[in-house]
């Protein structure tokens, strides 16, 4: 078997779990900036955490053979002081440039405040400038519906941000046809508490069709699972699914999605 994780926060695992994960037939991982689990105090310390993701843990990811891509953003569990994140965002327009910095993300609504959307605007706008492809984190639980509206709507008013190039993740079985009917691509987060269970995953794709969708484990320093994907797929086998369904979910739609960078290699 062989998959793509498209959102692992890597910065917060292990080596073992590099290890494992290509044991695993893991062939690249992708990693969004996202909450270091505090609130940073000033732009000098996600300059120093892009720093990391754009240098250190691609070097970490090589000893275990894995390709390592990272996207940028301050996050919006930290966008209520906007005036941070405006010194954050200035820092990402030189970075783009770095070989394994696949667009902006995961950008998007936290408690779906003004500030928050505000700083989402800017980032697509950045986006828009630069010709980034987009990763979008939806709310958790109850204002995920709200929140994913607020999000579509603001997309659609950057003309040339096409909705092919942005994917919506954490999706639910409420928000991915809101999604998925608008163009854009929708991501199934496998998480244990808070977002969906292999079963879940599965029954949405069963639901929505699996084209334009991707599963990832969004591991981070919470309870979460590094593994799990490939532990999805063996549901998938449990329940009939053969090897070319499994390998177009875990590994070609990814690969759709990311190639529009033509950096992603694999």
Same mark, same amino acid.
């Given at each position: ?11 917060? &695992? ?20 996202? $909450? ?34 990272? $996207? ?92 092919? &190039? ?18 854009? $691509? ?51 086998? &449990? ?28």
């Amino acid at each position: 078997m062989r998959y793509i994780e498209p959102h692992g926060h890597m910065v917060s &695992r292990t080596t073992d779990d590099y290890q494992a994960m290509v044991m695993a037939g893991c062939a690249a991982v992708c990693e969004p900036a996202f $909450w270091a689990g505090y609130d940073r105090k000033n732009a000098h310390g996600f300059y120093d955490y892009f720093l990391q993701l754009t240098e250190y843990e691609p070097r970490r990811a090589k000893k275990y053979h894995l390709p390592h891509y990272t $996207w940028l953003c301050i996050n919006p569990k930290e966008s209520e002081d906007t005036k941070l994140a405006d010194d954050v965002i200035a820092l990402i327009p030189d970075l783009l440039s770095k070989p394994n910095v696949l667009g902006i993300g995961e950008i998007g609504l936290n408690k779906n405040s003004r500030n928050e959307l505000l700083i989402l605007e800017k980032h697509l706008q950045l986006a828009a400038d630069h010709d980034q492809l987009v990763l979008v984190h939806t709310p958790h639980l109850e204002d995920k519906l709200k929140g994913t509206r607020l999000i579509l709507d603001a997309i659609q008013n950057f003309s040339t941000l096409r909705p092919e &190039r942005v994917i919506i993740d954490h999706v639910e079985e409420h928000t991915a046809p809101l999604v998925l009917d608008r163009g854009f $691509w929708a991501g199934i987060t496998l998480y244990p508490e808070s977002k969906a269970t292999p079963h879940r995953a599965i029954d949405m794709l069963e639901l929505y069709g699996h084209e334009h969708i991707w599963l990832n484990s969004a591991c981070d320093w919470g309870h979460s699972d590094p593994l799990a994907v490939p532990r999805t797929a063996l549901e998938m086998r &449990r329940r009939g699914y053969d090897a070319n369904f499994i390998d177009q979910i875990l590994y070609q739609n990814p690969l759709q999605f990311l190639s529009q960078n033509p950096r992603f290699k694999v």
